[in-house]
């Protein structure tokens, strides 16, 4: 089975230049994989496919969002309202609300119940192009819960149009029976977790928070040593809230990617670039929590440290629904280019999860993961306060949601 997709621009994110752009693209995939994309002068022979006419208009790789925490019970409307009446987020948590409250509900929740809320939200996202999905566990604490979130993200993966990746993170937060015992709760909960988790194939990567609210370095590094033992790759919430050296600490285990990172040093930057590791910018949460402090934009840049842009989608620090708002949201905020926002959300954020090689770009030998916009320049992606959806998309080739008709022969 063979498509060509033919009259459009192309914003191929390929690396080396700004939108590795191409006027008059041709897009050629056979299976599911991109066979050859150029300009279409440069095209071959293509009598046997099936044309799609693009009419003009901009395609670009299918959106990835690398770093969510969809499947959850429950709000957090309640502790929204704290916070505007001055509570912080550290304090509602050592309260025993924040994380832990939508602990208490996810538990309650029936695997169902968490399914049906995480397809609505994971449904909010594909609207918007994105075709692969990261979700994570954490809001179980007990390895029952645990396992039932990463089996809901495993069915979320069968039910939508969209490669979705689940990732343990059980190093979440302490849970109240284990008050004071954080020690304990790695030991005996998130080690046998991510050893059960990897064992079913429920796991494919492995993360934790390293935080004053969380755990200590040594502590997710035990994690991440049963993670390695599993071989499983890691990631890590690190210096979202202050410095914890959990850069440097995840660095030593080769972290595909440090997320947050508000807090994150130059020794941390560095230790991240020696690492090849990728950094995961998340405007939601900066925004949420009122923080002030910006993630270190230039030292990335300088360093050659790949960014990557995410919702973070949770119920308590970024309620976010949009990934297209995150790229106005990191251009404004933080002053990444538009360019540099996009590449966020296709080829680093890709990276991000190990996916380089299959996802992020259009390039031969990739999956045709494409989406199709209606606007005069891709900077429009980041420019509108939530960019319009786009008018089609398509999945390894097939196309998963189309608003208007592309002249199809
Ligand atoms: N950092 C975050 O921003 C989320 N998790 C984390 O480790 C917050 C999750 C929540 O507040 O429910
Ligand atoms: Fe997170």
Redesign the pocket.
Known sequence: MRTVWLNGRAATMAAGSAWGEIDDAAIVARDGRIEWVGARGDLGATDDAEVVDLGGRWVTPGLVDCHT?LVYGGT?AREFEMRLQGASYEEIARAGG??VS?VRDTRAASEEELFAGALERARELLAEGVTVLEVKSGYGLDAETELRMLRVVRQLGEAIPATVRATCLAA?ALPPEYDGRHDAYIDEVCVPVVERAAKLGLADAVDG?C?RI?FDREQIARVFDAARAQGLPVRL?AE?LSDQGGTQMAAGYGALSMD?LEYVTADGVRAMAAAGSVAVIMPG?FYTLRETRLPPIDLFRGHGVPMAVAT?A?????PARSLLLMLNMVCTLFRMTPAEAFAGVTREGARALGLGHEYGTLEAGKCADLAVWDFDHPAELAYWIKAPAPVAVYRHGSPVRRSIPLGES
């Open positions: 925490h957090r924040g994380i939508t979440h928070f935080e969380a919430h979202q947050h949460a973070d949770n119920p308590g620090s970024s």
